[in-house]
Protein backbone atom coordinates (compact mmCIF):
# COMPACT_ATOMS: atom_id res chain seq x y z
CA UNK A 1 0.00 0.00 0.00
CA UNK A 2 1.41 3.30 -1.06
CA UNK A 3 2.48 6.02 1.77
CA UNK A 4 3.80 9.34 1.97
CA UNK A 5 7.03 9.53 3.75
CA UNK A 6 8.58 12.82 4.60
CA UNK A 7 12.07 13.67 2.74
CA UNK A 8 14.00 16.93 4.59
CA UNK A 9 16.22 19.48 3.17
CA UNK A 10 17.78 22.22 3.59
CA UNK A 11 15.04 24.29 2.22
CA UNK A 12 12.00 22.24 3.03
CA UNK A 13 10.18 19.30 3.65
CA UNK A 14 9.29 17.19 0.25
CA UNK A 15 6.28 14.26 0.69
CA UNK A 16 7.31 11.06 -1.64
CA UNK A 17 5.04 8.19 -2.26
CA UNK A 18 6.84 5.22 -1.55
CA UNK A 19 5.35 2.00 -1.64
CA UNK A 20 5.70 0.35 1.98
CA UNK A 21 6.64 2.24 4.75
CA UNK A 22 5.59 0.33 7.26
CA UNK A 23 4.87 2.50 10.50
CA UNK A 24 7.31 5.14 8.98
CA UNK A 25 6.38 8.62 8.38
CA UNK A 26 9.80 10.24 8.01
CA UNK A 27 11.81 8.56 5.60
CA UNK A 28 15.71 10.93 5.69
CA UNK A 29 16.77 13.66 4.04
CA UNK A 30 16.84 14.37 0.72
CA UNK A 31 20.52 15.32 0.84
CA UNK A 32 20.60 11.48 1.21
CA UNK A 33 19.26 10.89 -2.28
CA UNK A 34 21.50 13.60 -4.17
CA UNK A 35 24.60 11.58 -2.63
CA UNK A 36 23.45 8.94 -4.70
CA UNK A 37 23.06 10.29 -7.79
CA UNK A 38 26.17 11.85 -6.70
CA UNK A 39 28.10 8.75 -6.24
CA UNK A 40 27.02 7.45 -8.95
CA UNK A 41 27.80 10.41 -11.23
CA UNK A 42 30.99 10.26 -10.03
CA UNK A 43 31.95 6.59 -10.38
CA UNK A 44 31.49 7.14 -14.09
CA UNK A 45 33.38 10.27 -14.44
CA UNK A 46 36.28 8.87 -12.54
CA UNK A 47 36.24 6.26 -15.12
CA UNK A 48 36.15 8.35 -18.21
CA UNK A 49 40.02 8.55 -19.46
CA UNK A 50 43.15 9.31 -17.72
CA UNK A 51 43.03 12.91 -18.44
CA UNK A 52 39.19 12.95 -17.47
CA UNK A 53 38.08 13.66 -20.86
CA UNK A 54 35.85 10.94 -22.47
CA UNK A 55 37.30 10.33 -26.29
CA UNK A 56 33.70 10.59 -27.63
CA UNK A 57 30.31 12.35 -25.81
CA UNK A 58 29.41 9.88 -23.22
CA UNK A 59 25.55 9.98 -22.22
CA UNK A 60 23.97 7.80 -19.14
CA UNK A 61 20.54 7.69 -18.01
CA UNK A 62 18.87 5.83 -14.83
CA UNK A 63 16.08 6.00 -12.40
CA UNK A 64 16.08 6.34 -8.87
CA UNK A 65 13.55 5.10 -6.53
CA UNK A 66 13.17 5.82 -2.97
CA UNK A 67 12.43 3.28 -0.42
CA UNK A 68 9.94 4.05 3.13
CA UNK A 69 12.82 3.46 5.28
CA UNK A 70 15.13 6.68 4.38
CA UNK A 71 17.63 4.75 1.47
CA UNK A 72 17.29 5.05 -2.32
CA UNK A 73 18.03 2.65 -4.93
CA UNK A 74 18.73 2.63 -8.62
CA UNK A 75 15.39 1.77 -9.84
CA UNK A 76 14.99 -2.14 -11.82
CA UNK A 77 11.88 -0.32 -13.50
CA UNK A 78 12.06 3.25 -14.79
CA UNK A 79 8.19 3.57 -14.28
CA UNK A 80 8.58 3.06 -10.49
CA UNK A 81 10.79 5.57 -9.99
CA UNK A 82 10.68 8.48 -8.27
CA UNK A 83 13.72 10.64 -10.43
CA UNK A 84 15.09 10.33 -13.39
CA UNK A 85 18.67 11.26 -13.76
CA UNK A 86 20.50 11.83 -17.42
CA UNK A 87 24.39 12.80 -17.46
CA UNK A 88 26.03 13.94 -20.19
CA UNK A 89 29.62 14.24 -20.78
CA UNK A 90 31.06 15.84 -23.96
CA UNK A 91 34.60 15.42 -25.36
CA UNK A 92 36.52 18.16 -25.70
CA UNK A 93 37.80 19.22 -29.42
CA UNK A 94 41.39 18.25 -29.87
CA UNK A 95 43.91 20.72 -29.22
CA UNK A 96 41.31 22.51 -25.81
CA UNK A 97 42.77 21.60 -22.72
CA UNK A 98 40.67 21.05 -19.97
CA UNK A 99 42.04 22.83 -16.67
CA UNK A 100 43.20 20.44 -13.82
CA UNK A 101 40.80 18.29 -11.42
CA UNK A 102 41.11 19.72 -8.11
CA UNK A 103 41.39 16.95 -4.72
Same mark, same amino acid.
Given at each position: ?AQLVEY ?8 ? !???? $???? &??? /? ?8 ? #? ?12 DGRPSA?? !???? $???? &??? /? ?8 ? #? ?23
Open positions: MHGARGTVLI !EVDD $AGET &TSG /GSLEDIARTI #SDIAGAVDAQLGQDV !EMTF $AVKV &TGD /GRSAVALDGG #SAHFRVRLTWAALPEGLDMPPRSG
